[in-house]
């Protein structure tokens, strides 16, 4: 599979580059970020899909990055992260998930901590991303966002998870999900960000790639509704549960798959 060729532009900023990659069956956006101003270009990716690995592997060899953090949002109920798989095939990689969502990875994140790169051995150079706490569609959600303080590469952009979709959010009807929480979360640490903060969702099922806070503050049909009528829409969704439910998040909670017998990346064919 490959990436859609209209997602995938290089971050402006030169810096920073930017690809954002789609897995069909889930609707799934998987991130790659890397900082390539250092010759060792590290890099993350953030929501990887189990299905998608190789791909996403080949993308971060062809280019020329060093894998650091495989981070997810959430405990995804729709499909398996490719956290474990990743952390398999490439040693060193560490995954990534909040404290809060009760799940076992190598770095439990909360609200305020920042992900760095790292260069020169040890030494921490600059934040890659902040993390901010947006319970509601699960209690372990979180939103990354880049680019928020001086020195951080720009413009900024925040990884929203399924708490904020384009034109929509995260149902809030499993996995302690709550619409108050929810409503709470993206009013308090998603549209307090400025307007022009690109929104990059875990999911998009309706053909968009990305938004605004500022678009979304004004044109999301149940965000921008006061909290009352917003508990009723996320309460009359009547969505049938995820397909995969019962198996993506007992794996999920150990983020993924873990094939310690799986060979290492540089075994990967294209
Ligand atoms: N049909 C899909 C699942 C679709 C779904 O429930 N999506 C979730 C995000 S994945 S936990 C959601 O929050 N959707 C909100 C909405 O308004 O659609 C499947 O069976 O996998
Ligand atoms: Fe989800």
Do not use: W
């Amino acid at each position: 599979m490959t990436a859609r060729p209209y997602t995938t532009p290089s971050h402006p900023s030169g810096k920073l580059l930017f690809r954002q990659l789609f897995e069909k069956d889930s609707s799934t956006y998987t991130y790659l970020l890397a900082d390539v101003s250092h010759s060792d270009k590290p890099a993350v990716l953030i929501d990887p899909v189990d299905k998608t690995m190789e791909r996403d592997l080949s993308l971060v060899k062809e280019l020329g990055l060093k894998l650091i953090y495989a981070m997810n949002t959430h405990v995804h109920a729709d499909h398996v992260t490719g956290t474990g798989l990743i952390k398999s095939k490439v040693p060193g990689v560490k995954s990534v998930i909040s404290e809060a969502s009760k799940s076992k990875a190598d770095l439990l994140i909360e609200d305020g901590d920042k992900l760095y790169r790292i260069c020169f051995g040890e030494k921490l150079v600059s934040a890659f991303a902040v993390v901010r706490s947006t319970p509601g569609h699960t209690l372990g959600c979180v939103t990354y966002v880049t680019g928020d303080g001086p020195n951080q590469p720009q413009p900024r952009m925040a990884f929203t998870g399924d708490a904020l979709l384009i034109r929509g959010c995260g149902r809030t009807d499993f996995q302690g999900g709550s619409s108050n929480q929810l409503y709470k979360s993206v009013h308090s640490q998603i549209f307090t960000l400025p307007k022009d903060t690109l929104i990059y969702p875990a999911h998009d099922y309706k053909g968009f790639t990305v938004s605004t806070v500022g678009e979304e503050m004004l044109y999301n049909p149940r965000l921008t509704r006061d909290e009352e009528t917003f508990r009723n829409i996320m309460e009359n969704l009547n969505l049938p549960y995820p397909k995969m439910i019962d198996v993506a998040v007992p794996a999920n909670m150990v983020c993924g798959l873990q094939d310690l017998s799986a060979k290492p990346v540089e075994a990967i064919s294209n």
